[in-house]
């Protein structure tokens, strides 16, 4: 039985949230609340809307409808500074315009918190160096980021999210590129830095039994304005999946080991 959760420790809350694009409607009237110490995934089909979903819970874009609040705030009424040192959020690809030392781009997620002339602390390179030593990064510190191959690019990238020490954290297909080790690894990072008082994390993925293995909590979208939320392995059932793809799934046990693979035909 799930503890009943204290309204205090709520850290991200959709009222009624409504988004659309163009004529199709991707989510309708969505309300739910996500709560401190949960790790989300975001699932659906291509086009469901996780994208979106994301961005307006990070406040990049606005709703048709309804609203998002954090801290029981709306999103609308903080202020940039205050936001970024409360949420962070990891895009689905990032561009390097120029050449720079990995360090130095993880260190950029650091601005939030620098004072006076803007110059960073040793606590803000101590923090940059945790971030690459919880992804297996230490070694790339001094990489030329423009060397790097997608995969480790996009590590790099989840080092920067969680170097910028936002209790919230909203990560846009942060597996992608990656091969299944580092795919592992990097969910188990997270479960690590997700386990410390105050943080909540969201995370859009197509791997529906590794978010079954690492996930707290689900999310899934229907593509038709619909949604399912709460403890992972009620949500990322064969029947709702099934239905939200539009392909039949099937749930294999092994002992204590379950999988969701594609029903014979």
Same mark, same amino acid.
């Given at each position: 039985?799930?503890?009943?959760?204290?309204?205090? #420790?709520?850290?991200?809350?959709?009222?009624?949230?409504?988004?659309?694009?163009?004529?199709?409607?991707?989510?309708?009237?969505?309300? #739910?609340?996500?709560?401190?110490?949960?790790?989300?995934?975001?699932?659906?089909?291509?086009?469901?809307?996780?994208?979106?979903?994301?961005?307006?819970?990070?406040?990049?874009?606005? *709703?048709?409808?309804?609203?998002?609040?954090?801290?029981?705030?709306?999103?609308?009424?903080?202020?940039?500074?205050?936001?970024?040192?409360?949420?962070?959020?990891? *895009?689905?690809?990032?561009?390097?315009?120029?050449?720079?030392?990995?360090?130095? %781009?993880?260190?950029?997620?650091?601005?939030?918190?620098?004072?006076?002339?803007?110059?960073? =602390?040793?606590?803000?390179?101590?923090?940059?160096?945790?971030?690459?030593?919880?992804?297996?990064?230490?070694?790339?510190?001094?990489?030329?980021?423009?060397?790097?191959?997608?995969?480790?690019?996009?590590?790099?990238?989840?080092?920067?999210?969680?170097?910028?020490?936002?209790?919230?954290?909203?990560?846009?297909?942060?597996?992608?590129?990656?091969?299944?080790?580092?795919?592992?690894?990097?969910?188990?990072?997270?479960?690590?830095?997700?386990?410390?008082?105050?943080?909540?994390?969201?995370?859009?993925? #197509?791997?529906?039994?590794?978010?079954?293995?690492?996930?707290?909590?689900?999310?899934?979208?229907?593509?038709?304005?619909?949604?399912?939320?709460?403890?992972?392995?009620?949500?990322?059932? *064969?029947?709702?999946?099934?239905?939200?793809?539009?392909?039949?799934?099937?749930? %294999?046990?092994?002992?204590? #080991?379950?999988?969701? %693979? *594609?029903?014979? =035909?």
């Amino acid at each position: 039985m799930m503890k009943a959760h204290d309204a205090s #420790h709520a850290a991200l809350s959709a009222q009624r949230l409504t988004l659309r694009a163009g004529t199709r409607t991707l989510l309708e009237a969505f309300t #739910h609340t996500f709560y401190e110490g949960e790790l989300w995934c975001v699932a659906g089909p291509n086009g469901a809307g996780k994208t979106t979903l994301l961005a307006t819970l990070a406040g990049l874009l606005q *709703p048709s409808a309804g609203q998002v609040e954090l801290d029981g705030v709306r999103l609308a009424d903080w202020q940039p500074l205050p936001l970024a040192q409360r949420r962070a959020l990891m *895009p689905q690809s990032a561009a390097d315009a120029f050449s720079a030392s990995v360090l130095d %781009i993880v260190m950029l997620n650091r601005f939030p918190h620098l004072t006076g002339w803007g110059w960073e =602390r040793e606590a803000d390179r101590d923090a940059a160096h945790a971030a690459l030593e919880l992804l297996g990064l230490a070694a790339f510190a001094t990489r030329d980021v423009l060397s790097l191959s997608g995969g480790e690019r996009q590590r790099v990238a989840l080092a920067a999210v969680l170097c910028q020490d936002a209790p919230l954290l909203l990560l846009d297909e942060p597996l992608s590129h990656l091969d299944l080790h580092h795919q592992i690894d990097c969910l188990e990072a997270l479960g690590v830095w997700a386990h410390e008082p105050g943080r909540t994390v969201l995370f859009s993925c #197509h791997d529906l039994n590794l978010a079954r293995r690492f996930a707290t909590h689900a999310l899934l979208l229907d593509g038709d304005g619909g949604a399912y939320a709460g403890p992972v392995h009620d949500v990322l059932t *064969p029947a709702l999946t099934s239905r939200a793809f539009g392909y039949p799934l099937i749930l %294999i046990r092994d002992g204590e #080991h379950e999988a969701l %693979i *594609p029903a014979p =035909r």
